[in-house]
């Protein structure tokens, strides 16, 4: 049987469908769960030092917690760049359906600090991290590729994506099962990034790569054999 690739076609409105916060409930506040989710998705661009402005503190986050809101929303930040649901990827950065919920509902709900400080969990330590190694061997897709031998692939990294380009990549196996690799939406150049899958993708020689705009230049990224 063909396996269909499915998304979740919500995500390119620009809106997410949200749950309502039951007002019964206790409020959200950032203490208990909102800093969990900056530390956790944010605070690695957004802190002292980092790429971007501090969201490490209550202080820091309130001023822009409307702006977090909208962005969290449309999925601009954190900056993942495709659709979810469709591929299945171990750095996946993006934010789960429930954590933008807690964020919505957190603005809505007054930017709550939260009275109980020790709700608040340890700030994370962070590593110094160079961009991501690019292995020999890859494959650069740029429109339709016909694969001439059996590949093994464990990513890809799309290294020139035209600004607003959405773009639904797929492996066609000759056998006509369709292969979801990802689907980039929102995707930004400057935020290059490798989307490593969940479990390495064998791809049969005469297997087409489709969806790759001839303007846009996507590397398949191999599984390096490692020695015993």
């Known amino acids: 049987m063909k396996r ?11 809106s997410v469908a949200l749950d309502a916060h039951d007002p019964s409930a206790a409020p ?6 909102i800093s969990r989710i900056v530390y956790e998705r944010c605070a690695s661009c957004h802190r002292e030092g980092g790429a971007s402005f501090s969201l490490m503190t209550f202080q820091d986050a309130q001023p822009h917690a409307s ?3 909208d962005s969290v929303l449309a ?12 591929g299945n990827f171990r750095n996946d950065e993006g934010l789960t359906q429930e954590q933008i919920a807690l964020v919505a509902d957190w603005v809505e709900g007054g930017i709550t600090r939260g009275n109980n400080a020790r709700s608040l969990p340890p700030p994370p330590k962070f590593t110094a991290s160079g961009p991501f190694a690019v292995p020999a061997g890859v494959i650069a897709v740029a429109g ?7 590949t093994m692939i464990d990513g890809v990294l799309p290294e020139r994506v035209p600004p607003g380009a959405s ?3 797929v492996a066609a196996l000759p ?17 290059r990034h490798p989307f490593l899958f969940r479990k390495p993708i064998a791809l049969p020689a005469g297997t087409r790569i489709r969806g790759v705009r001839p303007d846009a230049r996507v590397l398949l990224i191999p599984v390096i054999s490692r020695p015993r």
């Open 4 to 14: 269909v690739a499915l998304a979740v076609l919500v995500l390119l409105s620009g």
């Open 28 to 33: 959200i506040t950032w203490n208990r769960e």
């Open 67 to 69: 702006a977090i809101k």
């Open 75 to 86: 999925r601009r930040m954190p900056p993942w760049g495709a659709v979810k649901g469709f």
């Open 144 to 150: 339709d590729l016909k694969l001439q031998r059996e």
């Open 167 to 169: 773009m639904q990549i």
């Open 175 to 191: 056998n006509g099962d369709i292969e979801p690799l990802v689907w980039l939406y929102e995707y930004n150049d400057k935020a």
